[in-house]
């Protein structure tokens, strides 16, 4: 996969070529990005799955039109799959059928080499995009304004993308007020399995740890002296579960090299506490101490 | 180490006898203590160790009495060893020889065991305490009001301790506000391990490893994409390094004995991902969001 120079001509702003957008499902990402540009006066097309949750996306005001008929698609010149990963990997024969030629094609998964891999041969003008936002909400209910402003957006353009249709994508990260960022797709997986799916399997080790203590008082007096440290270091541990488990389903490979990298990093810090290397230990915490800033931009 | 009955005779209300609190350090919590006593009206003796700091303790308002002669503490009925831990296991021998015999004597490390082996020796009316509580900062600086209200203050007796002295300790901390608890020491300190020093641990491992990242690309992006989650998670791994080192040098077998436990329920979850067991992963993920609650009480 080649990597696509970001100060190339495509960071060059050109007027915004899109009438109508087709967004597909109106869960959290699809539903917030649906508000966003009904907002700015794009016309937005949803495609839902079950009319329950059209009528209830027609209710909420996500979208100017909500239907659960793939061809509703027909007239759109941006088309976003806002799916859950399973689903757009294994995409519905109807929705492929129903995706205009023409249109400009991205999603929004975590994790981009297999979406890639799958998407490539499936659409000429497909983009991958992984907008980074999110909340602890899911569901049509979720969907919220501004959810996008000053977050990442991040796109992984092969060598065989479309030069304008990459450029149709950044024009919408840069509407939704996010930071728009290309990467080479292996490596986005890479980073985020470092940042995002390593700590969700480093933060339920802890709790798993802690539920497994076999002394009942002690695990009493663990649940009345945890504070704000065990809450932060857990949070992530225990969340959406189907989530979690998506994410190691999907970036296998790029978890489990991060997870080898932890691993080694958690022996050398047990080890400085086995031989009682107390200097060390020292030195290692003031490293993390410095280090951690440098992930703070936000 | 006897475990106390906590309904016991020694949980019924006394007036309290304390006339004059001596406390031997003024950092954040000696500080936070004297502002909460001083406020209600107790006389609280400060010892500190320089005179700026003496002079820093005195403009703030810590205490009405401040000063760095050991002797200051001749009148006092109780005496709160609010020090770091390496002087709590290694007293200065004009302090030892300052403490009167009939005050009532405390600390506040965050681990017991050891406390408890040097102190019960040193003196007969030595009750060992752990209030819960803290804040980011350290020094003369960092006292402030109401640092204990609705924490847990952990006392642990053993079968040796003088009962008035204990109910003592218990008034002081429903004075400043706090839940009143008392455990075995061994097994306060492998609590505190499993909820306090092993987050340490396990978050800054987190850090190492994506500090460690061999490729730049990597890394950079990393650090772009990093938010909210990786934030939390990391957080407690990049706290003082000083107070990390301490934790594992004063607490070692059950730090040691916390991280093969985290070490083994890690491996088990890194398991699953290997073999693509991803029903289990998530049954794991499930068993983590509903054990996360029990540990938030506050």
Chains 1, 2 share one sequence.
């Not at 966003?36 to 009319?51: I, P, W």
């Not at 009528?55 to 007239?75: K, M, N």
């Not at 492929?96 to 003008?125: C, F, I, N, Y």
């Amino acid at each position: 996969m080649s990597e696509i120079d970001p100060m190339g001509p495509v960071q060059q702003a050109q007027p915004w070529s899109v009438d109508r957008v087709g967004i597909v499902g109106m869960g959290l990402i699809g539903g917030s990005i649906a508000l966003d540009l009904t907002k700015q006066g794009t016309v937005v097309q949803a495609l839902v799955h079950r009319e329950v949750t059209a009528e209830r996306a027609r209710s909420r005001g996500l979208a100017q039109f909500v239907s659960t008929d793939p061809r509703c698609l027909q007239d759109c010149d941006l088309v976003i799959l806002a799916l859950p990963l399973e689903s757009l990997l294994a995409p519905d024969q109807n929705l492929l059928m129903a995706l205009p030629e023409l249109a400009v094609v991205t999603d929004v998964g975590s994790v981009k080499a297999e979406v890639l891999q799958v998407w490539q041969d499936l659409h000429p003008r497909f983009v991958g995009s992984h907008p980074m936002a999110g909340t602890a909400e899911a569901g049509v209910d979720a969907g919220v304004t501004g959810l996008f402003c000053g977050r990442p957006w991040v796109s992984t353009p092969v060598a065989e993308t479309d030069r304008s249709a990459l450029e149709v994508i950044r024009q919408l990260a840069l509407r939704l007020g996010s930071h728009w960022l290309i990467a080479d797709a292996a490596r986005h997986d890479q980073a985020v399995a470092l940042i995002s799916h390593l700590p969700v399997i480093v933060s339920a080790a802890l709790l798993r740890a802690v539920g497994e203590e076999r002394d009942p008082a002690v695990l009493d007096l663990a649940k009345r002296l945890a504070s704000s440290g065990f809450a932060d270091t857990s949070r992530v541990g225990a969340g959406n579960p189907a989530l979690g488990t998506a994410m190691a389903s999907r970036n296998t490979q790029a978890v489990l090299r991060a997870l080898a990298s932890y691993r080694w990093s958690l022996e050398q810090l047990e080890e400085s506490i086995l031989q009682g290397h107390w200097d060390q230990l020292e030195q290692e915490l003031e490293r993390t101490h410095r280090l951690r800033p440098h992930f703070l931009s936000e």
